[in-house]
């Protein structure tokens, strides 16, 4: 529709089951990119990003052609797999 504007803003946080530190500081900056793309891909604004050792919180600029439940699944399905393929741990990451 001609005129309209949204602006949408969403604060997702992920846990890493039961809560363990899994996110390692020596691929904490290669996952927030690889987030950060997945964002941009699907047309969203990523304004911010930071990964703990057992939580990740990202700011999103929402469009609003795509739900936030939508993004939430491809950001922890996509993100999930890449871990376990680089085989950054040992055990499997979820």
Same mark, same amino acid.
């Not at 996110?23 to 996952?31: N, T, V």
């Given at each position: ?8 803003? @969403?604060?997702?946080? +992920?846990?890493?089951?039961?809560? *363990?530190?899994l @996110? !390692? $500081?020596? %691929?904490? =900056? =290669? /996952?927030q #990119?690889?987030?950060t $793309? @997945?964002?941009?891909?699907? $047309?969203? /604004?990523c %304004? ?12 999103? $600029? ?5 739900s @936030?439940? *939508? ?9 999930? !797999?890449?871990?376990? =393929? !680089?085989? +950054?741990?040992?055990s #499997?990451f979820?």
């Open positions: 529709m001609a005129n309209t504007y949204t602006q949408i803003y @969403i604060h997702y946080v +992920f846990v890493v089951q039961r809560r *363990d530190n @996110i !390692k $500081g020596s %691929f904490r =900056e =290669e /996952l #990119k690889y987030i $793309g @997945i964002i941009k891909n699907h $047309g969203h /604004l %304004f911010t990003i930071y990964s703990m050792p057992d939580h990740t919180h990202i700011l999103v $600029g929402l469009n609003p052609n795509q @936030i439940s *939508d993004l939430a699944r491809d950001i922890k399905a996509n993100s999930s !797999k890449w871990i376990n =393929e !680089k085989k +950054f741990l040992r #499997k979820n």
